[in-house]
């Protein structure tokens, strides 16, 4: 798996547990957002990338800020 795979999933598994914490579904987040199920799902699914405009959207959404999105830890490193 080469590393653009492994940080779209990680992606994926961050906005899942950012989901689950504020106990909603796919469809409650899609509907907020107005976007496709089946773009956030493949986006839960490591298997779709995001523009700027949907991570600031979901940095809206969740209240949190984008390190926390893109897995990536204070200090820089992913």
């Not at 906005?15 to 409650?28: D, G, H, S, V, Y």
């Not at 493949?42 to 897995?71: C, P, V, W």
Request: glycine share 6%; with cysteine.
């Amino acid at each position: 798996m080469n590393e653009l795979s492994m940080n779209l999933i990680r992606i994926g598994d961050n906005l899942r547990a950012l989901r689950q914490e504020k106990n909603l579904t796919q469809l409650q987040v899609v509907d907020a957002l107005e976007i496709s199920y089946c773009h956030y799902a493949r986006m839960e699914q490591g298997k779709r990338n995001m523009s700027i405009q949907m991570l600031f959207a979901l940095m809206d959404f969740y209240q949190t800020d984008a390190n926390t999105i893109l897995g990536i830890a204070k200090g820089g490193a992913a």
